[in-house]
């Protein structure tokens, strides 16, 4: 009888130890850096929508989500297209 985990292509490795080892592997993740507008946002997701945070967080596009936040303020600023004080709210409207 195989297990759910043999059944949905997942395989095992024999240890040293004689026992069986499931072979698992992390997805490659997005390597960009998150500025100081990412983490402004990651407290703001976290204080004020702590279920999105944990959605995103649990599946692996947290860190994706902060840095396109990061980078459209930057780029907000960068273009003249607004102030600091206008990035909060331009931030935030998208959630």
Known sequence: MKSLFEE???TY???K???YYPNLA????DQRSIGKWGRMHMEYLKEQHPSLYQRLLLN???GRHLADADERATAMLDTGRGSEDDIGP???QSL
């Open 8 to 10: 949905l292509g997942g």
């Open 13 to 15: 490795t024999l240890g």
């Open 17 to 19: 130890d004689g026992m």
């Open 26 to 29: 992390i997805e490659e993740t």
């Open 60 to 62: 692996g596009t947290l």
């Open 90 to 92: 331009f931030l935030f």
